[in-house]
């Protein structure tokens, strides 16, 4: 039987289940890769064992790496919202073969993750800026003064 190509296997993917395009599976083989180079699984071409945690938090270091503050919405993309979408991209993979069986982990281990915003949003914003515009409701703006209050609407010309 002819060994099939990594570029093959992600376009069958790609047509058979269209939720993530195919940079998305050869970001999750580059970060996966790199992250055996640089480790204590040095010299192995496959990852052997890893939990759904650390593979996620490979990822994510990959990410931040590759693509800074502008990661979430790369992700984004390319079809992926949460850990859980990573995680599906580790699992497809795996089924094909392309990554070892040890490394995938499981699909409840996904969705125990992190949150996108924490995670690549929030190490380059300002302390606060995230915890304050979340409170902040729909249709609220904020005064000169730094209180809250309601937008209001202007009265159309007569």
């Known amino acids: 039987m002819r060994k099939r190509n990594f570029a093959s296997i992600v ?6 289940d269209g939720r993530y395009v195919d940079e998305a599976y050869y970001f999750v083989r580059e970060a996966l890769h790199s992250t055996e180079k640089g480790g204590k699984r040095k010299g192995k071409r496959r990852m052997t064992a ?10 994510r270091a990959h990410a931040l790496r590759e693509f800074g503050p502008m990661s979430k919405l790369v992700l984004r993309e390319w079809g ?3 850990c859980s979408d990573l995680g599906d991209v580790i699992l497809t993979l795996a ?4 990554l070892g069986q040890a490394s995938a982990g499981t699909r409840k281990d996904f969705k125990k993750g992190f ?20 409170k902040r409701k729909a249709g609220q703006t904020e005064t000169k003064a730094g209180k809250t209050g309601r937008a209001k609407k202007k009265a159309p010309a007569a």
């Open 11 to 16: 376009e069958e993917i790609c047509e058979r």
């Open 50 to 59: 890893a939990s759904g945690m650390e593979l996620l938090e490979a990822l």
């Open 80 to 82: 992926i919202r949460n």
């Open 95 to 98: 089924s094909y073969g392309v």
């Open 115 to 134: 949150s996108f915003t924490s995670a690549f949003v929030k190490p380059f914003c300002p302390a606060g800026a995230i915890r304050s515009a979340g």
